[in-house]
T-cell receptor
Framework: KQEVTQIPAALSVPEGENLVLNCSFT??????LQWFRQDPGKGLTSLLL?????REQTSGRLNASLDKSSGRSTLYIAASQPGDSATYLC???????????FGRGTSLIVHP | KAGVTQTPRYLIKTRGQQVTLSCSPI?????VSWYQQTPGQGLQFLFE???????NKGNFPGRFSGRQFSNSRSEMNVSTLELGDSALYLC?????????????FGPGTRLLVL
């Protein structure tokens, strides 16, 4: 059974810092890994989708990497802004089923 | 292009009642998935419908059911509500190629069971 862990659970940083969020998974036979952000009381917004054959994806200030052999993904946020404050979740879709498994998320606060 | 819409946005029910939630996917999307999000369990997959057929199912009791219509709109039903069913229910749509696509989420329906 796939298990997804996100560390840290919460993070508070000053504006302008570069930061890294971590996601680890136990079963490396994955189809893809996706990063989402969720604002309080809202739905999820897709940030980046990495297919199993890819090593990284970039969108603006965001860069996500995937290392299947070690069961890890990182989300790098450059030059953080207060508007980046949200909960960031990663979801892994594994081989054998197409049911995504979500981590519990990292709650990020970027203060001015 | 309009996003995923869910109705109603908020619901208050009492134990033993049943509830039906609705989800309209993005135009052209044929897959609709439902999730339950609670502080205790996080975000958990309920089921996925594709072309009016349930294609994947999570580990929830039979009180949770769903269906999809020919226009891809989907409904989720929970019968005999329990206090533990209080949660944010999210639906997500995609074009339908399993394991390869981004899912687009709606804003959710917040259900409170008293």
């Amino acid at each position: 059974k796939q298990e997804v862990t996100q560390i840290p659970a919460a993070l508070s940083v000053p504006e302008g810092e570069n930061l890294v969020l971590n996601c680890s998974f136990t079963d490396s036979a994955i189809y893809n890994l996706q990063w989402f952000r969720q604002d309080p009381g809202k739905g999820l917004t897709s940030l980046l989708l990495i297919q199993s054959s890819q090593r990284e994806q970039t969108s603006g200030r965001l860069n996500a990497s995937l290392d299947k052999s070690s069961g890890r993904s990182t989300l790098y946020i450059a030059a953080s802004q207060p508007g980046d404050s949200a909960t960031y979740l990663c979801a892994v879709t594994s081989g054998g089923s197409y049911i995504p498994t979500f981590g519990r998320g990292t709650s990020l606060i970027v203060h001015p | 292009k309009a996003g995923v819409t869910q109705t109603p946005r908020y619901l208050i029910k009492t134990r033993g009642q049943q509830v039906t939630l609705s989800c309209s996917p993005i135009s052209g999307h044929r897959s609709v998935s439902w999730y339950q999000q609670t502080p205790g369990q996080g975000l958990q997959f309920l089921f996925e419908y594709f072309s009016e057929t349930q294609r994947n199912k999570g580990n929830f009791p039979g009180r949770f059911s769903g269906r999809q219509f020919s226009n891809s709109r989907s409904e989720m039903n929970v019968s005999t509500l329990e206090l533990g069913d209080s949660a944010l229910y999210l639906c997500a749509s995609s074009r339908g190629t399993e394991g390869l696509e981004t899912q687009y989420f709606g804003p959710g329906t917040r259900l409170l069971v008293l």
